[in-house]
């Protein structure tokens, strides 16, 4: 069992890392190994200290440089679930789990806003995990949403599997899908049904489905952990960094505005010596 297990490797996840390291705790990183493709997509950063002006490449390399020289390596994955096991936190990764007795969550901001019908649904017919839930809706009608082609995989395998399936490709590009797929390009406006998912509304047109795959690089932090109390769509936190569930913590942007690397850093140095002291406190 980890002491903690980071989610997320963006600013605020790799600060947090660092700590934990100098800390001598023993965690996880989960993320991209290439860290959050946001810092190496911004033009200039031009209010982080002691890096005036810097670009996104060059300040995600400064991360990347930091992690190589403390020995702290990512390990891919898609976090889809993270759940109080009372006393620790089960961390479900696909087909993967890790055991933890903290969490930190730095997973950013949802750059898609849940769908209507959405998050009422998760679970009674709404998932988020092609290998975790494929197999359940096999022969079955999908309607399948991808927000990324990294994601295109699980889409393909969807497609194996469904006797029919409405690919809703957000972006540009999309890949050509086998078996019976039909394209809509654009996102759904509603998620309907009763005890499970009946129906997806797009616009004026209503598709009769048994389930809905949302294939997203980032899950709402309410998604991703029952019982964790948002507001606006942000994590709440207090100064120390505590949710509203013990041993878990959150920093970064996914915790509110501003949206700064400056500010996530920090928030992630502060999450990282909450978590040192919630383990004495705990032993």
Request: proline share 4%; aromatic share 8%.
């Given at each position: 069992?980890?002491?903690?297990?980071?989610?997320?490797?963006?600013?605020?996840?790799?600060?947090?890392?660092?700590?934990?390291?100098?800390?001598?705790?023993?965690?996880?990183?989960?993320?991209?190994?290439?860290?959050?493709?946001?810092?190496?997509?911004?033009?200039?950063?031009?209010?982080?200290?002691?890096?005036?002006?810097?670009?996104?490449?060059?300040?995600?390399?400064?991360?990347?440089?930091?992690?190589?020289?403390?020995?702290?390596?990512?390990?891919?994955?898609?976090?889809?679930?993270?759940?109080?096991?009372?006393?620790?936190?089960?961390?479900?990764?696909?087909?993967?789990?890790?055991?933890?007795?903290?969490?930190?969550?730095?997973?950013?901001?949802?750059?898609?806003?849940?769908?209507?019908?959405e998050?009422?649904?998760?679970?009674?017919?709404?998932?988020?995990?092609?290998?975790?839930?494929?197999?359940?809706?096999?022969?079955?009608?999908?309607?399948?949403?991808?927000?990324?082609?990294?994601?295109?995989?699980?889409a393909?395998?969807?497609?194996?599997?469904?006797?029919?399936?409405?690919?809703?490709?957000?972006?540009?590009?999309?890949?050509?899908?086998?078996?019976?797929?039909?394209?809509?390009?654009?996102?759904?406006?509603?998620?309907?049904?009763?005890?499970?998912?009946?129906?997806?509304?797009?616009?004026?047109?209503?598709?009769?489905?048994?389930?809905?795959?949302?294939?997203?690089?980032?899950?709402?932090?309410s998604?991703?952990v029952?019982?964790?109390?948002?507001?606006?769509?942000?994590?709440?936190?207090?100064?120390?960094?505590?949710?509203?569930?013990?041993?878990?913590?959150?920093?970064?942007?996914?915790?509110?505005?501003?949206?700064?690397?400056?500010?996530?850093?920090?928030?992630?140095?502060?999450?990282a010596?909450?978590?040192c002291?919630?383990?004495?406190?705990?032993?």
């Amino acid at each position: 069992m980890y002491d903690c297990v980071i989610i997320g490797a963006g600013a605020a996840g790799v600060s947090a890392a660092l700590t934990l390291k100098a800390r001598g705790k023993n965690f996880i990183l989960l993320g991209n190994p290439a860290l959050s493709a946001k810092i190496g997509a911004a033009e200039k950063v031009t209010n982080y200290p002691g890096l005036p002006s810097a670009e996104g490449s060059g300040l995600k390399q400064a991360f990347l440089s930091s992690l190589s020289a403390s020995g702290i390596s990512v390990t891919s994955a898609q976090v889809t679930g993270v759940y109080d096991m009372g006393g620790y936190f089960g961390v479900l990764c696909g087909e993967n789990s890790f055991e933890s007795k903290t969490v930190i969550l730095a997973t950013g901001v949802e750059a898609v806003k849940p769908v209507k019908g959405e998050l009422e649904f998760l679970g009674r017919g709404v998932s988020y995990c092609a290998t975790c839930d494929g197999l359940l809706y096999k022969g079955k009608k999908i309607v399948v949403v991808c927000t990324s082609k990294e994601l295109e995989e699980e889409a393909e395998y969807l497609a194996s599997l469904a006797s029919q399936m409405v690919f809703a490709p957000i972006y540009k590009g999309a890949k050509h899908l086998s078996g019976n797929v039909r394209v809509i390009n654009k996102m759904p406006a509603e998620i309907r049904g009763g005890a499970r998912v009946q129906e997806v509304a797009f616009g004026g047109e209503t598709i009769p489905c048994d389930g809905v795959f949302m294939l997203k690089s980032a899950l709402a932090p309410s998604a991703l952990v029952p019982g964790l109390k948002t507001e606006g769509g942000h994590v709440v936190v207090d100064r120390q960094c505590r949710t509203n569930l013990n041993g878990l913590f959150a920093a970064g942007d996914c915790t509110g505005r501003p949206y700064q690397y400056a500010k996530a850093v920090g928030e992630g140095n502060v999450a990282a010596h909450s978590v040192c002291d919630y383990l004495v406190e705990n032993k």
